[in-house]
């Protein structure tokens, strides 16, 4: 028995790997079969947030061998997480192909969210700008025809990662147009912490384009919805220094 992916997503916390390693663990007691799985590559997953490379790598080496007998969720989870071990530590070559795999073994499985993640690692670890953009179209389309919640509501983060590919590309006006798209996305789902995330993107490339002072007005904004919790988000004082107000 496969566990659906968003009850995995409701036991993750990636600013607190350990915490979620302690989840995963506990969420284990009751797990059989391919969903035992699935948690032990996510516990892997922690790992390699974390930096203990050495640790995920055993852990997914322990998983390996009885991925014959599982179906393709943990397989595809597998070479995800494998993957994203091989480019935290420094050896995207070796991630490339995994991520690819699991891309194609997720679209053959219909596990479009999965696909996507794997869609979306493909691109960061991809070199040239153009094939950047391409596996984050493929992935962008397949969110927007799938049915899954899971895997429609992958499309905001990657219209910020197509945002930010154009913007190194120095393509700005490109650029704010996925950023808006984002923040747009953000907003319907109702995210407080991550629309202002996406403001500040919006607001990041409007400096880019030379508009300054609607820059400079949304970070405002910014500085005072965090201020109102009694806290200071250091990317939007910086962003101001860069224009000329603090």
Same mark, same amino acid.
């Given at each position: 028995?496969?566990?659906?992916?968003?009850?995995? =997503?409701?036991?993750?916390?990636?600013?607190?790997?350990?915490? /979620?390693?302690?989840?995963?663990?506990?969420? +284990?007691?009751?797990?059989?079969?391919?969903?035992?799985?699935?948690?032990?590559?996510?516990?892997?997953?922690?790992? /390699?947030?974390?930096?203990?490379?050495?640790?995920?790598?055993? +852990?997914?080496? #322990?998983?390996?061998?009885?991925?014959?007998?599982?179906?393709?969720?943990?397989?595809?989870?597998?070479?995800?997480?494998?993957?994203?071990?091989?480019?935290?530590?420094?050896?995207? *070559?070796? !991630?490339?192909?995994?991520?690819?795999?699991?891309?194609?073994?997720?679209?053959?499985?219909?596990?479009?969210?999965?696909?996507?993640?794997?869609?979306?690692?493909?691109?960061?670890?991809? %070199?040239?700008?153009? *094939?950047?953009?391409?596996?984050?179209?493929?992935?962008?389309?397949? &969110?927007?025809? =799938?049915?899954?919640?899971? !895997?429609?509501?992958?499309?905001?983060?990657?219209?910020?990662?197509?945002?930010?590919?154009?913007? *190194?590309?120095?393509?700005?006006?490109?650029?704010?147009?996925?950023?808006?798209?984002?923040?747009?996305?953000? #907003?319907?789902?109702?995210?407080?912490?991550?629309?202002?995330?996406?403001?500040?993107?919006?607001?990041?490339?409007?400096? &880019?384009?030379?508009?300054?002072? #609607?820059?400079?007005?949304?970070?405002? %904004?910014?500085?005072?919805?965090?201020?109102?919790?009694?806290? %200071? *988000?250091?990317? %939007?004082?910086?962003?101001?220094?860069?224009?000329? /107000?603090?």
């Amino acid at each position: 028995m496969a566990i659906a992916a968003p009850d995995i =997503a409701d036991l993750w916390d990636f600013d607190q790997p350990d915490r /979620s390693e302690e989840r995963f663990r506990a969420a +284990l007691g009751d797990a059989v079969g391919d969903a035992r799985l699935e948690l032990l590559t996510q516990i892997a997953r922690t790992y /390699s947030l974390r930096a203990h490379f050495g640790e995920a790598h055993r +852990l997914l080496d #322990e998983i390996e061998p009885q991925l014959a007998a599982a179906g393709p969720a943990p397989r595809v989870r597998y070479l995800l997480e494998r993957g994203r071990t091989f480019r935290s530590g420094g050896a995207p *070559d070796k !991630a490339r192909p995994l991520f690819v795999d699991a891309w194609e073994l997720g679209r053959a499985s219909g596990l479009d969210g999965l696909a996507i993640d794997a869609a979306h690692m493909v691109a960061l670890v991809e %070199v040239k700008t153009e *094939d950047q953009l391409a596996w984050n179209e493929r992935a962008l389309e397949l &969110s927007r025809r =799938a049915t899954e919640p899971y !895997a429609r509501n992958w499309q905001a983060s990657l219209h910020n990662n197509i945002g930010w590919t154009l913007h *190194d590309a120095g393509r700005f006006a490109e650029a704010l147009a996925q950023f808006e798209l984002a923040l747009k996305e953000r #907003e319907r789902r109702g995210q407080v912490k991550e629309t202002r995330v996406a403001k500040w993107a919006v607001a990041r490339c409007l400096r &880019s384009l030379g508009r300054r002072d #609607e820059a400079l007005a949304i970070q405002r %904004v910014l500085k005072a919805e965090w201020a109102a919790e009694g806290k %200071v *988000d250091q990317y %939007v004082l910086e962003e101001m220094k860069e224009l000329g /107000s603090e």
